[in-house]
Each structure stands twice: as C-alpha cells, then as structure tokens.
C-alpha cells in the first residue's frame, strides 16, 4: 500500500503553515541566503513531509541542470547498495580487484601524478574503502581502511568496477560504452522519476585535467561519471534518502543500508583522528557531531563543489537543497552545506507533519 507524499511528474507544492514551517522564520532563512550568495546567486529548495515549501531563485533561473561534483558520490553508494541488494555483489567487502582487475594495471610514472600508481596492497581494496574514501588507491605508504583521503581516483574505480559487472565499462573502450550512468538511471534516477542529464570527465574539472600528464592511464581511473540536475531533482534524491531509500511503496534501496551509509564509516572511526569521524560512505554525516554542532546528530548530506548540498533531516521530513549555495572556504568542514542557512531553517519548523 503506497504511504507518504511522493512526487510524480510534478512536486506537491504546500504554503509553509500547510506544512507545519512559520512563514516569517522561512523569510528569514531566505533573506540569510541572498546575503550570502550576494551578486553571483544560487537556487534554494526546501522540502516538507514530501511537499515543496519554498523554491526560491537568486539571479538565476530554476530550470538549468548544472552539474553538482561530489555530491554525485552519495548517488554513487546508492546506486552501490541497489547493486548489492540485486546479488551482483555478495557485500561491499567483496574485492574489488575480482570484479575490475584493470585497477591494477596503473605503473609507476602512469598515475596521476609522480609517485603515484597502483601498487600491491591496492589488491585488498573493497568497495567499501572506495565510497568510503579509505582505500589509498595510487598512495603508496596509504594501507586500504587506515587513511580518509579524499579523492576522485578511487571513486571512477568504484564507477568503472561496478558498470564492468553490468557489461557497460570497457577500459579498452572507455567512451565506447553506455558507462556507470545507465546504472544509475536505472537504479535511482528513474525509479524516483528524476530527469537528469549525464557526462563523462577525464577527470571532475577541466582544471584538474590540465595538470595530468599525457602517460597517466586515464582509461583505467579517468572518466568521472558527473550527473546534472535542477534543485528540484536532486530534492527527488534528498526525499529518497529521508525515506532510507523508500520511493512510493518501493524499496529502491534497502533501509539497512541506506541506514549505515548515513553514519561515519567504520573504518574512519577505527583508524583516523576524531575530527575525521564526518564522512560515511559517500555521504558526510553529523551523527558524531564533528560537522555541525548545533544541528541534530541525525544530519547528514550530499556535498559538492560549486556550492551544491542536498542536506536531510529525517526526523523532521526535512530535505534542503542548495544548488548552487554560498561556496565554503577553502578546507574549512565545519562550514559544509552551510550550517547557518540549515539552523536558520530548522527554527521554522513548527510541528509534526504526518509524511
């Protein structure tokens, strides 16, 4: 029996009383925004209980779909959890070298910079320590689960492990074949009726490419699966996940996982400094406290660069999307998503909605 408000074609649009937010409070957040992305702008949308509450544009339009960077990479463990719930991998401790043994096929003066190559303890890397970002994939000295390093390489090989098991990665051919997004069209996009538009990169920027060398094997950790998307659509996701991978009366992605994916990974708890206990797999999450202080422990979002961040709050049916947003400073974590936005809309939140 279907539950909740889910969107079909078109989100359900509620006024912010209807949906249990104060209306000035939600100004004020609104008013917060255009201070901070000032001349340059960026698009705001909030999500209540499965009903849009504010979609708010600032010197730009609703409609284009730009491309959201790393904030892919939360798509990347869902669409990695459907693959296991559909027993093309036992679990995500499998190897990953037993599914895309080109990984290792990176010699020295091959990767993507000087001292960096596939090297032998990359053998024992599992799926979990790419989405997870400890793999220490090209890092020699960087044993896989020891170290969070955060790094695209891994995930193409994550992307490029997962498509190969579907038939659609050929590093021999890498542009020759439909590639990772198929998977995800059929795994998250359409199951939850997102339209979004997809691209292969060398690399995540132009800039970065620039700096590779003409050797660097780009065929076995090049090509970043980038997704495009208007705000609107990657709300679609941020709603998927508060409802731990529910669509409708779907399960698209197992609760379970979607419940572990949420949380600091084990390996990051076991091995690295506190201040690095914010990163699950694929998802930078709050649960303990090391992003944001004054926000619940419960917190978790999808972050990119260029500002876009689709940032959930389970207990209150609550899904912000900024896409673009105000840019954080350089490292600075406790500034991701942008805590004083997301506090800002939290004080709007009134009463319990039922979903």
Known sequence: MKTGRFPGRDWERAKPAEAGMDPARLEQAVTLFDEQTGAKGGRLVVVRSGRVVLEHDRHMESDPKLPIASAAKSVYACVL???????????????????????MDVADGQGNKPGRYAFEANRAITFRHLIC???????????PG??????????NIL??????IYGLYDAN????APGFK?????????????????????????????????????DVFGYYTQVRTTPLDLARFGWLCCNWGRWSDTQVVPEQWMREITVTAPDILANCPEAEWMYGHGIWTNDQGKIWPNLPREAFTANGAGGHYATVFP?????????????????????????????????????EVPA
């Open 315 to 351: 207990s209150s049916k609550l899904v912000v999307v900024q896409s673009p947003g105000r840019l954080r400073g350089g490292g600075d974590r406790s500034q991701l998503a942008n805590p004083d936005l997301l506090e800002r809309i939290l004080t709007a939140v009134e009463e």
């Open 146 to 155: 020891q170290v969070f390093n955060y790094q695209t390489w891994g995930m």
């Open 133 to 143: 970002n400890v793999s220490g994939y090209m890092k020699p000295g960087e044993a």
């Open 81 to 103: 959890g459907a693959v296991i719930a559909e027993g093309k991998l036992a679990s995500a401790d499998e190897r990953v070298l037993d599914y895309y043994p080109e990984m």
């Open 159 to 164: 992307t490029h492990a997962l498509a190969k």
């Open 182 to 218: 198929r998977l995800i069209e059929e795994k998250i996009a359409g199951p939850i009726g997102a339209d979004w538009d997809y691209e292969y990169m060398l690399t995540r920027t132009a800039k970065l490419s620039d700096r590779l060398h003409a050797g660097a094997r780009l």
């Open 173 to 176: 051919d890498p542009e020759g």
